[in-house]
């Protein structure tokens, strides 16, 4: 290992080397605050039920015990609904992207009329909406329940995500579209060829913020589909976590007490742990767009 | 980010009721005189028939999704109901954990099935003002076996404060032979053998064998209880209290303090009683001399479980499940001698008592099944299912020969290939799983036989002393408009917290009792007379009206 050498004059004043050190020291402290939830959860996950009651288990699992993951992962039904979940988060966030693209474009562009209208439409409804049982009639009326289109619809546009892409379109250089457009490109062409390409920060951060929240949703797959087979794995998770900790299912399953106690005690770190562990994957990924994405808006030129 | 709460559903439904309630004509004012569809129905149906539906009849049900017996298709609970009554159900499916909210939202919305099981009573009011539920009330001639258990039973006190302001029911509970507790304490009876002492029977015996314990072992609180959601001592206050001839802890939640004094015949604030006052002492009594843990009434149900099941603590609340699912595992593993005991509430003041409902959650029926062709069969139906001791017996233990079978003194006994409670933990099918019978949606009330039939025998010498108790009437009802049950709810919380906040103070003696009178008086200040004249008033409009 090269140890890069450091001159004196880098090493700047008394001060400064005070400064760096603390840095070290304070920002490690932070990392492990941050880090220390998800490692207990982790090591709660895979530890014994009375390690976990008595408020034992830290950062390491103790007397390791996989009961609860055998449980969760050895039921079908959690295979489908997982399956769901995926395919729930992959169409609806395709869904969303469109009709945001769409509509933040077209907001970006200064000289349409009816622009001002069309933002306020987006805007208002951030402040009301008609309400849960209007929605939930809504739905079944134009017969939606029980379809996918009844998770991806209702919140495919986001008005957050809408106004951070159109805050990012305003900021591309109109002279781009202009020179396009002399080079006899139409609309579509100009927003697929030059402009999405040149988005890809916003895209990447867009896809992110919309995949993890419908990945997470559970209430509108809860309110608008009543089969087993349909219902995402988060649906599935929630029913199992309010089984264990409702008491009813005690009396259902005299026969493994112990068992039973032990999913009790780690169902809802084995249950965040499951959910969240493609997100954690496809992070990495994202996260170079996502850091020059998401400082959109901040700092405008 | 769309976080929907419960409150959030409730008051959308109850504007929403609101509103339906000006727009519609009210559809259950008409009541129960015009001949229904009888499509289906049975010409002679009574008590002891079985039904059978004279054609093929198909039923739409709300059911939930339980995460230890989920529904399966291949139930036998279905093919046999559909042999034996000719009704098939077409379910609409809501996981449990969130069933009340999705319930409240498609009733709302109109769009409810036909029956809709689980609602516990209460649950109802909001949707009364919109016609959306039938007035059962009208209907009860057409559901015989209903009515003769009502009548058997004496249970139409009960049944009566469920009555609506206009003096209909909506709600098709379950019922109950008798009052059945399941909360009182439990008691670690080595300890008792150690000091030379029989389990306590009254609060005064308790207080006896706490102070012996104490003696033996200084160095612990003996008594160090659970139960504090929603409310501080939820357990603990609701049974002394109910001993005392007052009202705490739970009831208290539920009840927002209106008792009703039977000798005076009106309702009094329950925690502004000269009986409150006394139990409250008691408490001061065993927190002063170190017997009750004064965390007992702040701590979470996990670490009074822990002090009791690591041996430091040898009295704690109890249930017959957390007994044998929680106390016994636990002190099995760090006290392996140790043996421990429900014991029968401890009797008070107020005698050889018990304080209780026979009502259970139950059933309410959509107000658009009125003008169905089969209204009179689907009432048949739900009356020989829920409410016959054939349908009951069915849908609590199955098929007989299949499933269990009975022996000579008419006990029920599962056949060996099936477990249920753990009676036979080593065979291949589960009762609910598997069978889909003893399942919450059908299977509850009923005979005292019946409910006894699946207890151990220790929880059955807890209920045979709990039964030979008195039950003391239910409070009678006193239905609220809409304005004053919003009026009631501002007096109410405020009050409640007062309550709380001095009940503790009393309980751990950082308030003297010499202060009393003086409590009493802040709680006149926070409306009490005012809260305790409307529900008074209520109380006697409703007596002159449908009394």
Not at chain 2, 11 to 32: F, H
Not at chain 2, 111 to 127: C, L, R, S
Not at chain 2, 155 to 179: A, F, N, S
Request: glycine share 8%.
């Amino acid at each position: 290992m090269v140890i890069p050498k450091i001159n004196a004059a880098d090493r700047g004043t008394r001060g400064q080397r005070i400064f760096r050190r603390f840095n070290v020291v304070f920002l490690t402290g932070v990392v492990i605050l941050t880090l220390y939830p998800f490692v207990n959860i982790i090591a709660r996950s895979f530890s014994q039920n009375g390690y976990i009651i008595s408020g034992q288990v830290n950062l390491l699992p103790r007397g390791f015990n996989l009961t609860t993951y055998r449980i969760v992962l050895t039921d079908p039904l959690f295979w489908t609904n997982y399956g769901n979940t995926v395919l729930y988060t992959v169409v609806s966030t395709l869904v969303a992207m469109i009709l945001t693209t769409c509509y933040a474009y077209v907001l970006a562009k200064k000289h349409l009329r009816g622009r001002t209208a069309l933002i306020l439409i987006a805007v208002f409804t951030m402040f009301f909406n008609g309400g849960l049982i209007p929605n939930y009639v809504l739905i079944s009326s134009l017969g939606l329940k029980n379809t996918i289109w009844a998770v991806a619809l209702p919140n495919a546009i986001s008005v957050f995500n809408l106004l951070v892409m159109k805050t990012f379109f305003e900021s591309l250089p109109p002279d781009l579209e202009e020179a396009a457009a002399i080079d006899g490109m139409n609309t579509y062409r100009i927003l697929w060829r030059i402009v999405l390409p040149l988005s890809k920060a916003v895209m990447a951060t867009m896809v992110l913020f919309y995949a993890v929240s419908f990945w997470n949703s559970w209430f509108t797959a809860f309110l608008y589909l009543n089969k087993l087979e349909l219902f995402p794995v988060t649906v599935y998770l929630r029913n199992i976590i309010a089984g264990v900790s409702g008491g009813e299912m005690a009396g259902a399953n005299g026969r493994d007490i112990g068992e039973l106690l032990q999913v009790a005690a780690n169902i809802q770190s084995v249950t965040v742990l499951l959910t969240i562990l493609p997100i954690v994957a496809i992070y990495p990924f994202v996260q170079r767009y996502f850091v020059s994405g998401v400082m959109l808006g901040a700092v405008k030129g | 980010m769309h976080q929907v709460t419960r409150r959030n559903v409730l008051v959308a439904i109850g504007a929403l009721a609101l509103a339906a309630a000006c727009g519609s004509e009210d559809t259950g004012k008409k009541g129960g005189g015009a001949a229904a569809g009888k499509d289906g129905a049975m010409a002679n149906y009574g008590v002891g028939t079985q039904f059978k539906a004279t054609k093929p009849l198909t039923f739409t049900m709300l059911h939930n999704i339980h995460p230890a017996y989920p529904v399966k298709n291949d139930w036998l609970f279905w093919s046999e109901l559909e042999k034996r009554t000719g009704v098939k159900l077409a379910l609409t499916l809501i996981p449990f954990a969130d069933y009340d909210q999705k319930k409240a939202v498609i009733i709302t919305a109109g769009d409810a099935p036909m029956i809709v099981p689980k609602m516990y009573p209460g649950q109802e009011t909001p949707f009364v003002a919109s016609g959306a539920l039938l007035p059962v009330s009208d209907y009860v001639d057409m559901l015989p076996n209903f009515k003769d258990k009502v009548a058997k039973w004496n249970i139409q006190g009960d049944l009566d404060t469920l009555r609506q302001e206009d003096g209909r029911y909506y709600l098709l509970p379950g019922v109950h032979e008798d009052v059945w507790l399941d909360y009182s304490l439990a008691i670690r009876t080595d300890v008792l053998e150690e000091i030379g002492m029989p389990a306590p029977t009254t609060w005064d015996e308790l207080y006896t064998v706490l102070k012996a314990m104490k003696e033996k072992h200084p160095d612990n609180y003996p008594f160090s209880d659970r139960w504090n959601i929603p409310t501080p001592g939820g357990n603990l206050l609701n049974i002394l209290a109910q001993s005392y001839g007052t009202q705490g802890g739970w009831t208290f939640v539920n009840e927002h303090g209106a008792y009703w004094d039977g000798t005076a015949g009106k309702f009094v604030y329950g925690p502004a009683m000269d009986q409150y006052k006394q139990m409250l002492q008691y408490l001061n009594k065993l927190v002063k001399e170190g017997l009750l843990d004064p965390e007992s009434f702040t701590q979470k149900d996990e670490d009074a479980t822990a002090k009791f099941t690591a041996g430091k603590s040898y009295v704690i609340g109890s249930n017959a499940q957390s007994l044998v699912n929680e106390y016994r595992p636990g002190l099995a593993k760090a006290v392996p001698d140790a043996k421990v005991t429900k014991i029968p509430v401890p009797l008070g003041p107020a005698g050889n008592v018990k304080v209780g409902t026979r009502l259970e959650n139950g059933i309410v029926i959509n107000a658009k099944a009125k003008d169905s062709p089969n209204f009179v069969a689907m009432m048949q139906f739900i009356d020989w299912l829920w409410y016959s001791d054939a349908g009951e017996v069915f849908a609590k233990w199955g098929v007989e020969g299949v499933t269990y079978a009975k022996d000579a003194s008419g006990d029920f006994k599962l056949n060996p290939g099936v477990d249920f409670l753990g009676l036979n933990p080593s065979a291949p099918k589960h009762l609910q799983k598997d069978f889909g019978f003893s399942n919450g949606v059908f299977a509850y009330g009923g005979t005292t036989q019946l409910l006894n039939s699946t207890f151990s025998d220790e929880e059955k010498q807890f209920q045979n002393v709990m039964n030979g108790r008195q039950t003391l009437p239910v409070r009678p009802p006193f239905p609220l408009s809409e304005a004053e049950r919003e009026q009631a709810s501002l007096w109410e919380t405020p009050l409640a917290d007062h309550v709380q906040q001095n009940t503790l103070k009393f309980i751990l003696g950082k308030r003297d009792f010499s202060e009393w009178d003086a409590f009493v008086k802040e709680l006149e200040g926070k409306n009490l007379t005012s809260y305790m004249d409307l529900v008074n008033k209520a109380y006697q409009r409703f007596k002159q009206q449908h009394g």
